[in-house]
């Protein structure tokens, strides 16, 4: 079945710091998701990638689809306290559409 | 648009009696997913509503079930609680089936006891 591996489990940084949390498969994608769930809300969708080598941008969040279509990272440039959350990746899980999540990257930002 | 909306947001039942959890998805989508949210298991996949019909289903034993009527609206229901059932049940639209983004209510957080 499908195996998705999201590393960091945790990353603490300090306000002001980068990012990264990396979304690996075991095999080629269609696409990926990446969500985000703040502490006692719900995952909230925040973007789809889905060709090779993909970059987006969105203001200091950046998104990559790798070449072989086997990972993705999301890189959050100067972190604010905002920022506070669990990052999730999606994929499509065998032949279907229905995603599987990856078990999250939480981000703990101190000021 | 109003975003999806999950009734009740909060329950506690005991083992053995059965919970039925209610899911009214943005106006206009027409696919209504259900999960499954632990901090053991992470997020998972229980299955996927559109029209009225069952289109896709997760790992789950039988005790777990769905609808989703015309209006698009879904309910989920489980049977037989088991403690291990206590968790933030999560409901999510799409606007087409075969949709990949999900758009996820506040969840329902079910206590077992």
């Known amino acids: 079945g499908q195996q998705v591996m999201q590393i960091p489990q945790y990353q603490h940084v300090q306000e002001g710091e980068d990012f990264t949390t990396y979304c690996n498969s075991s095999?080629?994608?269609?696409?990926i998701q990446w969500y985000k769930q703040r502490p006692g809300g719900h995952p909230v969708f925040l973007i789809q990638l889905v060709k090779s080598g993909e970059v987006k941008k969105q203001k200091r969040l950046t998104f990559q689809f790798g070449e072989a279509k086997k990972n993705s990272s999301l890189h959050i440039t100067a972190t604010q306290t905002t920022d506070v959350g669990t990052y999730f990746c999606a994929l499509p899980s065998g032949g279907s559409y229905i995603p599987t999540f990856g078990r999250g990257t939480s981000l703990i930002v101190h000021p | 648009k109003a975003g999806v909306t999950q009734t009740p947001r909060y329950l506690i039942k005991t083992r053995g009696q059965q919970v039925t959890l209610s899911c009214s998805p943005i106006?206009?989508?027409?696919?209504v997913s259900w999960y499954q949210q632990t901090p053991g298991q992470g997020l998972q996949f229980l299955f996927e509503y559109f029209s009225e019909t069952q289109r896709n289903k997760g790992n789950f034993p039988g005790r777990f079930s769905g609808r989703q009527f015309s209006n698009s609206r879904s309910e989920m229901n489980v049977s037989t609680l088991e403690l291990g059932d206590s968790a933030l049940y999560l409901c999510?639209?799409?606007?087409?089936?075969?949709?990949?983004?999900?758009?996820f209510g506040p969840g329902t957080r079910l206590t077992v006891t």
């Open positions: 106006s206009g989508h027409r696919s």
């Open positions: 999510a639209s799409s606007p087409k089936h075969g949709a990949y983004e999900q758009y």
């Open positions: 095999t080629t994608l269609s696409n």
